[in-house]
């Protein structure tokens, strides 16, 4: 994950800066494939990662200042990630579409490939 530094004191011009790029980036994504998902959606996306990520940071640091390696962080995320299954960055149960039968890790409620109801299996 790409962490700026927080001490610089450049962070926040910075960090703008990213989520201009960001947002730019997913412009033309979206212009490119047509995604489903709109230029708002995406956004709203975006700065909820960079605040998790940032949430995410600063519990790292607080571990870390009570004597948590990250190594110990990091072998606990592996065991949460292998709780559906799969070692792929993700804990997301698989679900299936009742139209096509595609399989998904998708929470959304609505297929990507056909439209069809996606239910929990
Ligand atoms: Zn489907």
């Known amino acids: 994950m790409d962490y700026l530094n927080s001490s610089s004191p450049n962070y926040y011009k910075l960090k703008q ?3 201009d790029r960001d947002e730019k980036r997913a412009e033309e994504t979206y212009r490119k494939n047509k995604s489903q ?21 600063a519990l790292s640091e607080l571990l870390e200042e009570h004597g948590i390696s990250k ?3 990091e072998r606990k995320v592996e065991e949460i990630d292998l709780r559906d299954g ?3 960055g993700q804990n997301i149960p698989i ?3 009742r139209k ?20 929990a299996t």
């Open 37 to 57: 998902i709109s230029i708002p959606e995406i956004c709203d996306l975006d700065r909820k990662v960079n605040s998790l990520c940032m949430v995410v940071e």
């Open 17 to 19: 800066r990213k989520l």
């Open 95 to 97: 679900s299936s579409c």
């Open 100 to 119: 096509c039968k595609r399989k998904t890790k998708s929470q959304r409620p609505i297929c990507m490939y056909c439209g069809g109801k996606v239910i």
């Open 71 to 73: 190594e110990l962080i």
């Open 86 to 88: 799969v070692l792929d």
